[in-house]
């Protein structure tokens, strides 16, 4: 997957007049007047089912490169601060756009990386895929440019649990995305008492594209997060340099032993998974996918996961 509105409504008091016990306020004009709209829940720019078939734009504001093939693109949303976007944790939007000499347009998911709170922006970390058509578009975008998106896509419905948990999330490249975004909705929901396992897979170090973010989720929440990366390229052979930690960055694949380690440290099995009964959170490449999370992979047959309890994005 790659890393997979409505206009804000006004209130109007027309000719009212209101009168307190402490004074009279008049409100005795032709024009409406316009509540604040900070004072107000924010509207949302996508709302599923409407704006499946419905699509709304948003303007490019900053395009950053943040590493060889991977770019952070900024959005406004067509509402302003008066917006958030309406993607949940762990959810997804489409992207669409039409090549030259195509007669259909394509479409790609893509999870937002932002704080979901935030009012008026919407952020995306796109890898360039060779000969990707959508990422190839999203990287050619320019400040001023305006994209197409619909949905939100349905996906998981997390639900905030008030008394602790814990999870494990397990990503594999720009599978990290829908995890980013889960645990950020989790973490900074003051009601949500889960704690998070994430094990990230990627062939290099320069391949941590949210490093910084990671950390700084870490710091926050020391007793609720805990990130491994998992290293498979040239940086895991063994007479590599070291690349820090042992504990926190391993060297090769995540495998059962990988896995077993984490689940063992998981020290209240009781109060392992969500309040609906998920334990193990996966998104990567297909044959990760398989090799993890499939029927015959670590998760279900090593370890004895069942299978409902493994929701793959």
């Not at 900024?74 to 917006?83: K, V």
């Not at 700084?216 to 690349?243: C, I, K, Q, W």
């Amino acid at each position: 997957m790659a890393s997979i509105l409505t206009r804000p409504s006004a209130r109007f008091i027309t000719g009212a007049a209101l009168v307190g016990s402490a004074g009279a306020l008049i409100y005795a004009t032709r024009r409406p007047y316009v509540l604040d709209a900070a004072q107000n829940a924010p509207s949302k720019t996508l709302s599923f089912p409407k704006n499946m078939p419905f699509s709304r734009q948003i303007t490019v504001t900053e395009v950053e490169q943040i590493n060889h093939d991977t770019k952070r693109i900024t959005f406004a949303l067509p509402g302003g601060s008066n917006e958030v976007s309406g993607v949940a944790p762990g959810g997804a939007l489409l992207t669409q756009h039409s090549p030259p000499g195509r007669f259909f347009p394509v479409f790609r998911p893509y999870t937002p990386v932002h704080d979901l709170d935030e009012r008026g922006i919407l952020q995306l970390v796109v890898k360039k895929y060779p000969n990707g058509l959508a990422s190839g578009h999203l990287h050619s975008l320019q400040p001023g440019d305006e994209l197409t998106v619909r949905g939100p896509i349905p996906s998981y419905n997390w639900k905030p649990s008030p008394s602790p948990r814990h999870l494990l999330l397990v990503a594999g490249g720009a599978g990290i995305t829908p995890m980013f975004s889960l645990v950020q909705g989790i973490l900074n929901n003051p009601q949500d008492k889960t704690s998070v396992q994430l094990i990230w897979g990627v062939n290099g170090t320069r391949d941590i594209v949210l490093k910084n973010e990671l950390e700084n989720l870490e710091e926050r929440f020391r007793d609720r997060l805990r990130v491994t990366y998992v290293v498979s390229g040239p940086e895991a052979a063994p007479d590599a340099p070291s690349m820090g930690d042992p504990e926190k960055y391993k060297k090769g694949y995540i495998d059962k032993a990988v896995l077993q380690k984490v689940i063992d440290s998981v020290g209240d099995k009781e109060h392992w998974g969500d309040t609906q009964g998920t334990k193990v959170f996966f998104c990567g490449p297909p044959a990760m996918q398989e090799a993890v999370a499939g029927k015959n992979g670590v998760l279900i047959n090593d370890l004895g996961i069942a299978k409902k309890a493994v929701h793959v994005f």
